[in-house]
């Protein structure tokens, strides 16, 4: 094969950071990215990142960019902590279902960034291979081993290999794996950002400020907080960014989000065409009986971060036969939220495919032998987090278990 080329659908946390690894090795890939630009929505809140995470990212940064991420990270204090609506603290969860998975618990390493300023790091280097505006609408299969990939403005490009890296809803996951389909874990959250400042760190108590934090009543309708406060935010590779870029990267605030399931919450219709004011209020309502420092942290949402979130989940299915089509992320591994792994598992998936994409094309390897070896791994590892997060959630958000 002459110069393999390989083109990524989705440029999220898991098609970029495969991207760079790629490219830094010389590789022929290109991203092709729905969204108009990096900073076409508000991409997200803050994440954790653990050593499964972080191995991958550093595995595909350049030294640079790895420093940069490592300067707008903040590094949480403490595990994740139970409360119940009057903040009187609740057992830890049982955590025999994330046992041997790499959750937090196990993990030296706890690391929180903005997925958003993460997506800007890892767009930087890679401005020549990202093509923005781009959506992937499906893909065609040549008997050579050729595969049309097919955008959503009538235009066709050729590759060799095509990665679906285009989360939940992926459009070449659904084509090339019609099987398999995605739950609705019928619970609801509103998301948003609190802002940390000396004038809100003051009105909300330290025992709030840990890794994570959830309070939840006899209805599993719960609030949790998850700060980012960050460990170096006057590093100089980060003033060196935009103006965008360095008001993301060093302003500190907390994720907020308040949960129910579905059957107690406003109807979908509802939930969807709801303004963020309207959404605030809301949770500010459900919430009102509950400790004044909770509903503190729903008096603090900054209402244009307030947005409706529903907790959906991909149903794993059983082995297929490797193509040159093939999935990572979200795309194939969409999870219960309930312990922040999702992430995580996708860049694992970056660092497995990437290393065996980087065998094929030092000819150590055949094609679909490589692609094979991933998707094995991933579904060994990734449904087994997905699994694991889906148990954590019935316990703890109190949303329906995955269909068998
Ligand atoms: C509230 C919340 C908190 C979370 N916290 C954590 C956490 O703490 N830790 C953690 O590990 N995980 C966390 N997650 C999960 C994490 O956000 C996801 O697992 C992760 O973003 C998946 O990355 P991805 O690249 O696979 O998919 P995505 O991030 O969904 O990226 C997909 C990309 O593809 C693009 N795209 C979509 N369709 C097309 C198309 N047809 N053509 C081209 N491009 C397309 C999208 O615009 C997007 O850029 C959280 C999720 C939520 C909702």
New binding site residues.
């Given amino acids: 094969m002459s110069k393999m080329r390989i083109i990524i659908?989705?440029?999220?946390?898991?098609?970029?950071?495969l991207a760079h690894r790629l490219h830094r090795h010389g590789l022929d890939v290109a991203v092709?990215?729905?969204?108009a630009g990096i900073a076409?929505?508000e991409?997200?809140?803050?994440?954790?990142?653990?050593s499964t995470?972080t191995s991958a990212l550093h595995a595909a940064l350049e030294p640079r960019l790895w420093k940069l991420f490592l300067a707008t990270c903040g590094m949480p204090n403490d595990d994740m902590l139970l409360f119940d609506e009057h903040l009187d603290p609740r057992p830890s969860r049982d955590k025999s279902a994330t046992e041997g998975i790499g959750v937090p618990d196990d993990i030296p390493e706890h690391l929180?960034v903005c997925?958003s300023t993460l997506?800007r790091i890892l767009f930087l280097g890679l401005e020549p291979v990202v093509r923005f505006g781009?959506?992937?609408?499906g893909y065609r299969s040549a008997p050579d081993g050729t595969v049309t990939v097919l955008?959503?403005n009538g235009e066709t490009v050729e590759a060799d290999v095509l990665i679906a890296?285009?989360?939940?809803?992926?459009?070449?996951r659904a084509q090339r794996l019609p099987q398999m389909t995605v739950a609705d874990l019928g619970a609801r959250?509103i998301?948003a950002k609190v802002p940390i400042t000396n004038a809100t760190r003051s009105r909300l108590p330290g025992q709030l400020f840990n890794t994570?934090s959830m309070a939840y009543d006899d209805d599993r309708t719960g609030l949790t907080l998850?700060p980012l406060e960050r460990t170096d935010p006057g590093s100089p590779l980060v003033l060196e960014q935009d103006r965008a870029f360095q008001d993301e990267a060093t302003k500190n605030y907390a994720?907020s989000?308040f949960n129910s399931v579905a059957s107690r919450m406003m109807p979908d219709a509802e939930l969807c065409a709801a303004t963020p004011e309207r959404l605030k209020a809301y949770a500010l309502e459900r919430v009102a009986s509950w400790h004044p420092a909770l509903v503190e942290t729903v008096r603090l949402w900054d209402t244009a971060t307030v947005q409706p979130?529903t907790?959906r989940s991909c149903v794993p299915v059983t082995a297929w036969e490797p193509s040159n089509v093939t999935v990572?992320?979200?795309?194939v591994h969409?999870?219960s939220?309930a312990?922040?792994?999702?992430?995580?598992?996708?860049?694992r998936?970056a660092l497995v495919l990437g290393g065996e994409l980087l065998a094929v094309a030092r000819g150590d390897k055949a094609l679909l032998d490589g692609i094979g070896a991933y998707e094995e791994a991933m579904r060994g590892y990734g449904y087994q987090a997905l699994r694991a997060s889906a148990s954590v959630g019935e316990q703890v958000i109190g949303h329906l278990p995955l269909p068998e």
């Fill in positions: 659908a989705g440029g999220g946390l898991a098609g970029m950071t092709y990215e729905r969204d076409a929505r991409a997200g809140y803050r994440i954790h990142i653990n995470g929180v997925r997506r781009a959506r992937v609408t955008l959503g890296a285009d989360g939940i809803n992926s459009a070449v959250s998301a994570f998850g994720l989000i979130l907790l990572m992320g979200d795309a969409a999870m939220p312990l922040g792994i999702g992430a995580n598992t996708a860049l998936d």
